[in-house]
């Protein structure tokens, strides 16, 4: 599980920063928990008062267990066996499967298409999953990908038993294949957030290889600073934006890092579904804060295949607060964000 190499769950370059919360050595009654998961770190810091008191052994006790419903690197995984039954009848799935799935087709419809769950084949296809390609994919490999990709080719089916929730899904081709990728590491972010609140935590920050969920306030007595990291490969480390976040999420999706050069050709690692062809656009980085880590995941990626006209455009009509970094034809690098996103930046941090 963490070698980033065969875990695509795993945050390939790390897009934001916790900014002046001191990641080792917390304030007094700030502790501090560390580890590995998904192929890449987690950090949890959080005051300890009252019930509120966790450790490293139950965030790792529920992220194992988070991996073994949706980590498709997990041979015996429950999203492994979705993938590798080939039956066409409905099969009953966790009802965390079954959440983030109805999640993903909300935000398949809302991107008519650029965000679709179902893009795995043409993923490993363009050399961005556990095996490198060297060369371009053949028109006809790219054709027998496509042809099991796309949500039309799964029915989901919410049922009740008393009041318990009961999902179900159906493949309407054999070859189907769902990967969470997109929307995982966030919904990892929610679930251990979820477990702070249950344990009565008021004041927390939960960080997955990037993807941060805050509550309350820092060991500074202030909402948590977050920065973005400038979308410039020659200026790795440089903070192109601070956001002051409490009580919110914050997801980054960029290209400028996980890319390949076939033939002296840039291929970037944002496939769009819709084409089969990695996104062809002028976007390098899209940041979202939305309340729920597992959304603004999933809309930060949605938003990169649209490109910056259509992605502002679908960000304006939901509402959400997006930072899209453009760059131009002679490399510099351009600012959209929505109204909502506004309220967000620290213009000068102290």
């Known amino acids: 599980m ?41 950090r949890v810091q ?38 590798n039954d080939l039956g066409l009848d409905f099969a009953p799935v966790s009802h965390r499967f079954g959440s983030v799935l109805e999640a993903a087709t909300t935000v398949w419809d809302q991107s008519d298409g650029a965000f679709d769950v179902t893009v795995g084949p043409l993923v490993n296809l363009w050399g ?16 027998a990908a496509f042809t099991s990709v796309g949500m039309q080719n799964l029915a989901l089916q919410r049922t009740y038993e008393g009041a318990t929730e009961v999902f179900s899904v159906r ?23 979820q477990s702070l609140v249950a344990l009565g935590c008021d004041d927390f920050m939960v960080d997955i290889g990037g993807e941060v969920r805050t509550q309350g306030l820092s060991a500074k007595a202030r909402p948590w600073r977050i920065g973005i990291e400038a979308p410039d490969a020659t200026r790795r480390g440089i903070i192109q934006r601070v956001l002051q976040l409490s009580n919110q999420s914050v997801a980054t999706s960029g290209d400028y890092r996980n890319f390949r050069v076939v033939d002296g050709v840039r291929v970037d690692h944002v496939v769009d579904p819709r ?3 990695p996104a062809d656009n002028s976007v390098v980085s899209v940041t979202v804060v939305h309340e729920q880590a597992m ?3 999933a809309y930060a990626t949605a938003l990169m295949v649209l490109g910056a006209d259509a992605g502002i455009q679908m ?3 939901l509402g959400l607060a997006v930072l899209v970094i453009t760059k131009t034809s002679d490399d510099r690098f351009v600012e959209r964000y929505t109204p909502g996103m506004k309220q967000f930046f620290l213009e000068f941090p102290e």
Request: a negative charge; proline letters at 5%; glycine letters at 8%.
């Open 46 to 83: 959080y005051k300890s008062e009252g019930e509120c008191v966790s450790s490293q052994a139950e965030v790792d006790m529920l992220l194992l267990a988070f991996n073994q419903s949706l980590s498709t690197y997990i041979e015996d995984s429950e999203i492994t066996k979705f993938n």
């Open 128 to 143: 961005f999953g556990p095996t490198d390609a060297d060369d371009f994919p053949s028109s006809a490999a790219q054709a």
């Open 171 to 193: 493949k309407n081709v054999p070859g189907l294949y769902l990967d969470f990728s997109a929307l995982a590491k966030g919904l990892g972010v929610d679930e251990v957030a």
């Open 315 to 317: 960000a304006e009509k």
């Open 275 to 277: 084409s089969g062809k």
């Open 2 to 42: 963490l070698n980033p190499k065969r875990n695509r769950f795993v945050s390939i370059f790390v897009l934001i920063a916790v900014i002046g919360v001191g990641a080792c050595s917390p304030e007094p009654g700030y502790q501090s928990i560390q580890g590995a998961t998904m192929g890449t770190y987690y």
């Open 295 to 297: 959304w603004a995941d």
